[in-house]
């Protein structure tokens, strides 16, 4: 069972930065793709990125293509979302999602905006930027 906390969220102005954490316990890090989701209020949770277990594939959502980053580092257990450039529209609640690294055809997978994909969320940490 993997447990995910997210850190690093907090009020910031448009055009600011933040860069969130996502910290994993409970399992071998690298056995699991990683995902950061968002949630603004009354709207779906929305897929922002993912990350595959060794950090050679990262997918971003075009919303934050040009203006976010994602990254991992397996010998500290932690995933990062650095953000740049940040609009209102990015306010919202920010989830990071883990999944049990899988292959299909021989080879790796890695899950993106299907949330049904991945095994293990965090409780969020919001972020909200004002214009």
């Known amino acids: 069972q993997v447990q995910l906390v997210e850190s690093g969220g907090g009020l910031v102005q448009a055009g600011g930065s933040l860069r969130l954490s996502c910290a994993a316990s409970g399992g071998t890090f690298s056995y699991y793709d990683m995902g950061w989701f968002r949630q603004a209020p009354g709207k779906e949770r929305e897929f922002v990125s993912a990350i595959s277990w060794s950090g050679g594939t990262t997918e971003l959502a075009d919303s934050v293509k040009g203006r976010f980053t994602v990254s991992r580092d397996n010998d500290k257990n932690t995933m990062y979302l650095q953000m740049n450039s940040l609009k209102a529209e990015d306010t919202a609640a920010y989830y990071c999602?883990?999944?049990?690294?899988?292959?299909?055809?021989?080879?790796?997978?890695?899950?993106?905006?299907?949330?049904?994909?991945?095994?293990?969320w965090g409780q969020g940490t919001q972020v909200t930027v004002s214009s």
């Open positions: 999602a883990a999944a049990r690294r899988s292959q299909t055809g021989g080879h790796w997978y890695t899950p993106t905006s299907n949330p049904h994909e991945w095994h293990y």
